[in-house]
Each structure stands twice: as structure tokens, then as C-alpha cells.
């Protein structure tokens, strides 16, 4: 399915769920914004957990700078697993007007972050249901 009207599919899952690759398979097109590219430097990935807050801040401010261009589709490509991890997305999204699902990937394909596997499986177990947001169709 493509979206038709203007889109915001929040990805949902551990490290490791397939969430960017889903993207890249599913929505070549969309707007990516995650907390991920501000540790990317030069093609390589360096995570340092003490500068998480501002990796957050500058997906936010991404999202922000992609809905006020009223960018067709864009997805949020981070972990998300409470509600309040993504509601500042959703809030935004639903004031600019547009339409919000969210994609959950629960199977862990490859972690390719090196974050623990004690880490990966709390979060996988912690990951809150929403059964207010609508899901992306397939």
C-alpha cells in the first residue's frame, strides 16, 4: 500500500526488528527520520548513550522540518516501545494534519548496533501494545 494523503508510519521494534530495512523494502520514497543518524558519522556507526537525549532532539527536529515542508510520507525509524517514546511524533503529525499508523517488527533479524542481547530482549518485553494508533496495511 502507498499512502495517498499525507503520512506518518511510527516503526516500532528492538534493535535489530528489521525496522530500517523494512522501511528501505516497504517505503523507498518516505522521509527517514531517526535517532540513529545523529551517531552516524562518515558511514559508521558510533552509539554513545550519553548523548541519546540530543540523538532524540535532532530526530524531533527532523520530523518537524519534514511535516512543515508537508513532505507526502515520512517515517519514524526508531525503537518506540512505550507510547510515550512517540507521542510527541503523533501530536505533531495529527496538528499538521496528517495521518499516523505505526509498523511493529517483533522478530530480531541482525543487530547491527551491538546493543546487548539481555537489552534487546527487555526491550522486546517491555514493548507496550497501542491499540489506539491503527497499523499500517500491508
Do not use: C
Not at 516500532?12 to 551517531?39: M, N
Not at 501530536?91 to 548496533?113: C, D, I, R, S, W
Amino acid at each position: 500500500m502507498t499512502a495517498s494523503k499525507k503520512t506518518v508510519i511510527l516503526l516500532r521494534g528492538s534493535p535489530g526488528s528489521g525496522k530500517s530495512t523494512w522501511i528501505s523494502a516497504h517505503l523507498p520514497d518516505a522521509t527517514v527520520v531517526s535517532a540513529d543518524k545523529f551517531f552516524e558519522r562518515g558511514g559508521t556507526y558510533k552509539f554513545d548513550g550519553k548523548l541519546l537525549k540530543y540523538a532524540h532532539e535532532s530526530s524531533q527536529t527532523a520530523f518537524k522540518a519534514a511535516l512543515a515542508r508537508g513532505d507526502a510520507l515520512v517515517a519514524v525509524d526508531n525503537t518506540n516501545i512505550h507510547k510515550g517514546n512517540y507521542q510527541f511524533y503523533v501530536t505533531e503529525a495529527t496538528k499538521a494534519g496528517y495521518e499516523v499508523y505505526q509498523k511493529v517488527l517483533t522478530t530480531v533479524f541482525q543487530n547491527v548496533h551491538g546493543v546487548p542481547e539481555d537489552k534487546v530482549t527487555r526491550m522486546r518485553d517491555l514493548m507496550e501494545v497501542d491499540t489506539y494508533l491503527p497499523h499500517w496495511p500491508e
